[in-house]
């Protein structure tokens, strides 16, 4: 396989990511009426559960439910439900569960058993004939298209985009949202050129990188965690994700020259907490590379990668997951792996 | 500084563990009248905040409320309620600071809040004069004694007997989980000698290692979490915890013979999953450590660190992470790093 070839389909799906937002968007109205049998029930604790990128879409829901109908949305444990056997009462919950293949063992288990407990289910998968699809009363349909590349993208994104698109349901400001996706959607069409000439002038200086922080807050920790499963995956770094404050408590003290920081900054409450792990970052000598909506905001830092501002702050995550997607892809072929088929994975994992 | 003198108060804290584990138990009436207050408010949500150390003791509270009281606990948001000012209702809830300080800014402002928003507010602290037990309606003392090494070891291991123990008083079973922490605090000191022996003789072969992955599931979850910060932080490892299962999503693909994995085994349903985790890392060459009280069920592993078993598998933690505790000073000793004093950290972390 010559070097171009590596990381192709990878690459493909990354720039269907506009036009699989778009699908998702003409379900519009049946996700506003899952919000209406949801409101109706009257639950107030949303109990999100999946693995991987699909957890880590799940991160993002915490802050899509808290931000817009302020309810209480937690990444549940499967362990307690599934393999403990742990009698909690879920009658006066949510319970999510986020498959893209719709055939994760556990998650499918914890929504069968949630829906026996009264939990009100919903599946959001890729296949709206799998076995996760048919635990729950409602599911909503990613209208991914067919993601053949084991390092998930585009059913990521689209995975916060029906989170949130939910969470406005409820809050009764869906049309604003809908609309704000839509726009994200042209935005990211729009900058995928950019975003992938800056991740490819970025890869070569760390092509001997081996390890990484990703750090985020607030709604971009669930970036941080996305573009760190990425570079684990694909290009086997041995990226962490941590929250700007996190850091400081403990992990900075492992940081030296040769181990970078991609740090999300969003111009929003957090970006104070990121501007300050920045500097701690620098005083270590490591490497920053800014990345974000509001990447020009933190000083001081060797590579900057900006992304642009969508209509709400909320939707930030929608874009600045793009570059480090990009980057993840332009790493791997640097290092002669391909992201499509990364080693020792499967695309569908069935492990316990 | 001699290398013997390297870490000497951070070995001498682990070593304090039992002792620190008796004085908490002093103050069991406490803590069961403090769960008597709790029963007669009813809520059924516990939100744990805090950031490193006391945060991997919450995720074993999600365990703790979920197995013994089957009370849906969890690992609440900070930046939600204190940064992004959502106006969530915690009327309804428990709120439990975690802090060894009793001083991180953020657990602090989160419990002013959650208190004026109604709910239950409870102080973990090693200070009961801090900030974070005047901000709180009850105060559980950790009674570590001072810590003075910067990475924490005995204020974790009360943290995790406090929720414990509070716990269990919920459920009515005080006296029992009383009767276990006592006798998983003799057994502690009684294997000490031993575990820190296994732990010098690991330390030379992982001298060179850069990049590590601790896994746990279930109530060893938080085990994984706090070995892997050890050894960030006092040993410049970049070690990653994660669950067995979340192991196959993705990160598997960048383990190989450089990359070794410390998996923590219970006797309980989740050993399945962390027995086929360890088979799967296997096929990749990388190096496995099965530690654990059911270390000796992981075959074929390249080093086993067992762990005697306490009258309750919940109890568990109490005991695991200590091996990992050891490791890490003797791997910083190796390598001529001080735990007592990582470079770049404070005892008190005042970030945003």
Chains 1, 2 share one sequence.
Not at 196 to 201: I, L, N, T
Not at 216 to 226: D, K, M, P, Q, Y
Request: charged content about 20%; aromatic content about 6%.
């Amino acid at each position: 396989m010559s070097p171009h070839d590596l990381g192709r389909i990878y690459r493909s799906e990354i720039e269907e990511q506009p036009a699989a937002l778009e699908r998702l968007l003409e379900h519009d109205a049946e996700i506003a009426s899952i919000a209406a049998a949801l409101q109706s029930r009257g639950p107030r604790l949303i109990r999100m559960v999946g693995h991987g990128s699909s957890d880590n879409a799940a991160s993002y829901g915490v802050y899509a439910f808290g931000l817009l109908p302020h309810w209480t949305a937690m990444r549940d444990s499967i362990t307690l439900t599934v393999h403990y056997d742990s009698p909690l009462d879920l009658s006066n919950s949510v319970a999510i569960g986020l498959s893209q293949s719709g055939r994760t063992p556990d998650v499918v288990e914890y929504l069968v058993r949630a829906r026996r407990s009264g939990a009100f289910t919903i599946a959001i998968t890729n296949d709206p004939a799998s076995d996760l699809a048919s635990a729950a009363e409602a599911t909503i349909p990613l209208e991914a298209g067919s993601e053949q590349a084991v390092a998930a993208t585009k059913t990521y994104t689209n995975t916060l985009a029906a989170l949130v698109l939910l969470a406005a349901h409820l809050a009764g400001e869906g049309a604003r949202i809908a609309d704000g996706v839509r726009r994200a959607a042209e935005q990211m069409a729009e900058s995928i050129p950019a975003f992938a000439r800056d991740a490819e002038a970025l890869a070569l200086p760390f092509s001997y990188t081996g390890r990484m922080f990703v750090i985020g807050r607030g709604v971009e920790f669930a970036t941080a965690r996305e573009i760190a499963l990425k570079l684990l995956e694909t290009c086997r770094v041995a990226a962490e994700p941590l929250t700007a404050t996190d850091l400081a408590h403990g992990p900075v003290a492992a940081l030296d020259p040769l181990f970078p920081v991609w740090a999300i900054a969003s111009p929003d409450a957090t970006l104070p907490a990121v501007q300050e792990a920045a500097q701690r970052i620098r005083e270590t000598g490591a490497t920053v590379v800014a990345s974000g909506t509001a990447a020009g905001a933190v000083q001081g830092v060797q590579y900057t990668l900006p992304v642009p501002a969508p209509d709400e702050p909320l939707l930030s995550p929608l874009l600045s997951v793009v570059p480090g997607q990009l980057f993840a892809g332009a790493l791997a072929r640097v290092r002669g792996l391909d992201p499509d088929a990364p080693h020792g994975l499967s695309k569908v994992t069935l492990a316990l």
